[in-house]
């Protein structure tokens, strides 16, 4: 079962800033947290991964509680085309550790 | 840089019949996944490949399902016999070393009539 907790579907309003939120209050100290989206009828896309830290990179930000025991995916400045389902993974640093994928969120920016 | 490659995008198959997947993964990768992603769920993973050796195959069906990565760079996913209850999309991933990102191919839309 996926470690990671998220709302079903959540909408934004086209240029406003995109926060969706997930749970993952059994993490471990050795597990990172990652975003992927899945735009229709693509494969998952590799958004951004943390493990304490904030993250910032050019598709989107990673707010860490200092609990570690749920996160912040922010896209600053949704446009249409942010439209996708969002999943939330907690995954181990080890090579042997697979992804499991829940059922995300379905993120409708609306125009 | 090329992404993930897979073929065909789409296959309509009665069931019991047989179907065969193709991944040509990022050149370099050592790390291959199969995946199974039923409509509204999230991607399931099947196989994971380290260079041609299984690393899991713990949710792959086996008695219906195969997968082979023998020279250490593509890979075939197999069917036979199909199910109804295998109508699904079929992703491939890789990665650098299976630390590293996933990257995933558009996968292949499955329907078993």
């Known amino acids: 079962d996926a470690k990671t907790t998220q709302p079903p579907s959540m909408d934004c309003a086209e240029g406003r800033a995109a926060n969706l939120p997930c749970n993952h209050s059994?993490?471990?100290?050795?597990?990172?947290v990652y975003w992927y989206r899945q735009i229709h009828s693509q494969g998952p896309q590799y958004i951004i991964h943390?493990?304490?830290n904030n993250e910032t990179n050019e598709m989107a930000s990673l707010i860490i509680t200092e609990d570690r025991k749920s996160s912040t995916l922010i896209l600053p400045h949704a446009t249409l085309r942010d439209t996708a389902v969002y999943y939330c993974?907690?995954?181990?640093?080890?090579?042997?550790?697979?992804?499991?994928f829940g059922k995300g969120t379905r993120l409708h920016i609306l125009p | 840089e090329a992404g993930v490659a897979q073929s065909p995008r789409y296959k309509i198959i009665e069931k019991r019949q047989s179907v065969a997947f193709w991944c040509n993964p990022i050149?370099?990768?050592?790390?291959l996944y199969w995946y199974q992603q039923i409509l509204g769920q999230g991607p399931k993973l099947l196989i994971q490949?380290?260079?041609?050796?299984?690393?899991?195959d713990s949710q792959l069906p086996k008695d219906r399902f195969s997968a082979e990565r023998l020279k250490g760079v593509d890979s075939t996913l197999k069917i036979q016999p199909a199910k109804l209850e295998d109508s699904a999309v079929y992703l491939c991933?890789?990665?650098?070393?299976?630390?590293?990102?996933?990257?995933f191919g558009p996968g292949t839309r499955l329907l078993v009539l």
């Open positions: 490949f380290q260079n041609n050796g299984v690393v899991d």
């Open positions: 991933a890789s990665s650098p070393q299976g630390l590293e990102t996933q990257y």
């Open positions: 059994t993490i471990s100290g050795n597990e990172y």
């Open positions: 943390g493990l304490k």
């Open positions: 050149s370099g990768h050592a790390t």
């Open positions: 993974i907690v995954r181990a640093v080890n090579r042997d550790d697979k992804i499991i």
